[in-house]
């Protein structure tokens, strides 16, 4: 009879970035042909100087595959061993179905497979949903997926002024796709899990078309919302879980060797080093080379650092989605 899993990990860590390259100014100068803007307004105001951009023919599935693969070859399994493929993120390749079934056909497992999403904090909770899948017994061995092209439903072309503002913060975008292998381990793995969720703003931001509410037209699907709004909720509201998790698990900054958060621009972060106290070398710096990938960015950020993480050392990660909710758990490595 086999005993109860007690602990559950992630195992392997694989992250893809398409080649396509452009600078903050490149964009600039792309989207704003009319407009009489300073010179390296975007970088200058968002701190982000690079980004990476799907090509044409390169899709969500296709960055969340290339990343899959890294992670099953990192820990060395074929994709037949995986029994639960959740494709985890903001963006999809269609509405209908489920971008986790593309992913699995080119990956070329047979894994039950569905999506997960919320936003930003997507990845996050899909490596939740396979910790607690595992745990429940319904599978033993998992591979969560994102891949992110968010940088699609930027404005290419604004009207005026007030479209340029209206969709600003989409101009932050840039794609990249994250993976990591979930399974039970004897020691370390996720040690805790918090949520706070402040639903009532979850009109600030996002793409609104694409779903029953607006089925079709190209209005609707660009990136729109309030970048000064979303980072006031996320000031009201965060200082609260990261309060929650100290006083549950014990451990305070130096507890961590890495703390990895979600990054949306240079004057994001430097606000959270500012509010948390967190120590700025304990983070993973991404925004500059990457602008905001969305539910990849951790992902990414932990692909960055694996390799010099020892057994025993703890990682915090810290997600931020638009709806809005925020998040964060604590993973020690095995």
């Known amino acids: ?18 080649s396509r390259r452009l600078t903050s100014q490149q964009l600039q100068d792309e989207v704003t042909a009319g407009l009489r803007l300073p010179e390296r307004m975007f970088e200058k105001a968002t701190g982000i100087v690079t980004r990476h951009f799907a090509a044409e023919g390169e899709y969500a599935s296709t960055l969340a595959l290339g990343a899959a693969r890294r992670a099953l070859d990192a ?4 994709p037949l061993d995986i029994d639960l493929l959740l494709y985890a993120s903001a963006t999809r390749d269609v509405c209908e179905p489920a971008t986790a079934h593309l ?10 497979a569905l999506d997960v999403g919320n936003a930003c904090n997507s990845f996050l909770n899909g490596i939740d949903l396979a910790r607690a899948m595992i745990l429940a017994g319904r599978a033993r061995r998992a591979l ?19 479209d340029f503002r209206e969709g600003f913060a989409g101009y932050t975008f840039g794609d990249a796709g994250a993976a990591v292998v979930v399974e039970p381990v004897e020691r370390g793995g996720i040690l805790d899990i918090e ?41 009201k509201i965060g200082g609260d879980i990261l309060t929650r998790v100290a006083a549950r698990t014990g451990l305070g900054w130096d507890a961590y060797a890495r703390v990895l958060v979600h990054q ?40 960055r650092v694996q390799h010099e993480l020892n057994p025993g050392d703890r990682v915090l990660l810290v997600g931020l989605g638009g709806g809005v909710s925020l998040m964060t758990m604590v993973w020690e490595a095995s």
């Open 103 to 112: 992913v699995q056909a080119e990956l070329g497992s047979r894994a039950h």
């Open 144 to 162: 969560v997926v994102t891949g992110e092209t968010p940088s699609r439903a930027m404005r290419r072309d604004p009207g005026g002024l007030a």
């Open 195 to 235: 949520t706070e969720t402040a639903s009532e703003h979850w009109a600030v931001g996002g793409i609104p078309g694409g779903g029953s509410r607006h089925p079709r037209g190209d209005e609707y699907s660009y990136f729109r919302g309030g970048g000064t709004e979303l980072r006031g909720v996320f000031e």
């Open 264 to 303: 949306v621009t240079v004057p994001y972060l430097e606000r959270f080093v500012e509010l948390t106290g967190v120590p700025a070398e304990k983070l993973v710096l991404t925004v500059p080379d990457l602008g905001n990938i969305a539910s990849a960015t951790l992902g990414v950020q932990l692909d």
């Open 75 to 78: 820990r060395g399994v074929d």
């Open 1 to 18: 009879m086999d005993l109860p899993i007690a602990r559950v990990g992630i195992t392997a860590v694989g992250s893809y970035l398409p």
